[in-house]
């Protein structure tokens, strides 16, 4: 039998269908979850329902977003969930959160085994609602992850690191094998916890302007800021805020770049 099909379903490339069979890591995924009866969880790309399933044993009601109809139907059909879940048949990436969050009354618990191709777009579209959101476990292919925590002065620190750390504190809880998964995926996976701020270390009077400010600066990485932004700010104003001209858009930390961004008219 061809490697793609699992439960009789046939595992789509396009939707980054990789499902989770292996016991001690889903427990272990829940785990970490800790789903209390009274929360408002939603999970995206719930799949064939193997974190769906334990985690609507420990809550009255459950939301999923899945965008493969195949999928959602066989979620409704199954007779252990269909009484305590609302199946939402979309692309997360374009689903409006403040419509969960209105429906419950109180903020989002968000998780998922998350498509690895969708994962960092879906990560920027939820910070647009992290003030909705309680916390999120995602399961990421590991590069995504050690890009999530990664420091100042390193490869791994981008555009990613900037915005994820500006919005949330990054707990990374496990690592996952190619083995856990059907089909097997080609890279290493791990789960990690997103929790986002109450109250920010640093705020922001414009996201749009850090959003702009770290896409230009690490577009152009190799370059010292002086070069990469020189669109947005001159030597001197680089200067006066403090920040030496000749740093690269690594070297830089979330609380300079805020600086950065409040300080740009
Ligand atoms: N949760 C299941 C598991 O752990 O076995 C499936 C995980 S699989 C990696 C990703 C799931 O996300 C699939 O069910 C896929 O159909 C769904 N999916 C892919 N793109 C999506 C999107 N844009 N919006 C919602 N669901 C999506």
Not at 39 to 47: R, S
């Amino acid at each position: 039998m061809s490697n793609r099909v699992h439960q009789g379903h046939f595992a789509r490339k396009r939707f980054g269908q990789n499902f989770l069979h292996d016991e001690f890591i889903i427990e272990s995924i829940v785990a970490a979850i800790q789903p209390k009866a009274e929360q408002a969880l939603v999970e995206i790309g719930p799949g064939l329902a193997a974190l769906t399933i334990p985690v609507s044993k420990c809550v009255e009601h459950l939301s999923v977003i899945e965008i493969d109809r195949d999928l959602a139907s066989r979620l409704l059909e199954n007779p252990l969930l269909n009484h305590k879940i609302t199946v939402i048949e979309q692309d997360a990436l374009t689903y409006d959160f403040n419509q969960l969050y209105t429906q419950h009354g109180k903020s989002l618990r968000v998780f998922g085994n998350l498509p690895y191709n969708i994962s960092t777009p879906l990560m920027f579209h939820l910070f647009k609602f992290a003030d909705k959101i309680a916390d999120m476990h995602f399961m990421l292919q590991k590069e995504v992850v050690t890009r999530l925590v990664a420091a100042p002065n390193s490869k791994d620190y981008g555009r990613l690191s900037v915005m994820a750390q500006y919005y949330c504190q990054i707990i990374p809880v496990l690592e996952v094998p190619p083995t856990s998964f059907k089909p097997a995926p080609k890279v290493d996976s791990a789960v990690v916890k997103l929790i986002p701020y109450k109250n920010k270390p640093y705020i922001v009077n414009d996201i749009k302007i850090l959003s702009r400010l770290t896409t230009e600066a690490f577009n152009q990485r190799r370059k010292t800021i002086r070069n990469s932004l020189s669109n947005m700010f001159t030597i001197e104003q680089l200067t006066e805020l403090n920040i030496d001209p000749n740093l690269r858009a690594e070297n830089l930390t979330v609380e300079q770049y805020c600086l950065l961004a409040n300080a740009w008219k």
